[in-house]
């Protein structure tokens, strides 16, 4: 629902989803695709064998994703939905530019969030056309 729009445009827009009282979802995610590149002098650590530690990845998943968003009232609980409408889109970018914070840079490839098993959103950050 968007406080910028009128019931009618809200209902048109929104359908069933539309509740100015808010609805639920559990939200499952395949948080975040990892990648080592040469661009960014991210490679496979020849000791560990790893791009990432996981226990590291583990840190960042739970203070950019978990801490915020987790048994959370989106639009109520979230700063960042108080302006921004919380579709399952805008919940990807919510974590992409989170995790984007505390990853390596060039190691985040993609975000995916599953509203339910049908409605699934990848996110791979803002992509810029070269001039």
């Known amino acids: 629902r968007s406080n910028a729009l009128s019931d009618e445009d809200?209902?048109?827009?929104?359908g069933k989803c539309n509740n100015r009282h808010g609805h639920g979802h559990n939200y499952r995610g395949h948080?975040?695709?990892l990648q080592s590149s040469l661009l960014f002098f991210l490679q496979i650590d020849p000791v560990s064998g790893m791009v990432l530690n996981l226990t590291d990845l583990k840190e960042y998943m739970q203070e950019a994703i978990m801490e915020p968003l987790d048994h959370k009232n989106l639009d109520k609980d979230v700063p960042y939905f108080a302006e921004v409408v919380?579709?399952?889109?805008?919940?990807?970018?919510?974590?992409?530019?989170?995790?984007?914070?505390?990853?390596?840079?060039?190691?985040?490839?993609?975000?995916?969030?599953?509203?339910?098993?049908?409605?699934?959103?990848?996110?791979?950050?803002?992509?810029?056309?070269?001039?």
């Open 31 to 33: 948080a975040a695709t």
């Open 86 to 131: 919380s579709t399952t889109e805008n919940v990807a970018v919510f974590i992409w530019e989170n995790l984007k914070k505390l990853l390596p840079m060039g190691t985040l490839y993609k975000v995916k969030v599953y509203e339910t098993d049908q409605n699934v959103v990848v996110y791979k950050g803002e992509e810029t056309i070269p001039e």
């Open 10 to 14: 809200n209902a048109k827009l929104f």
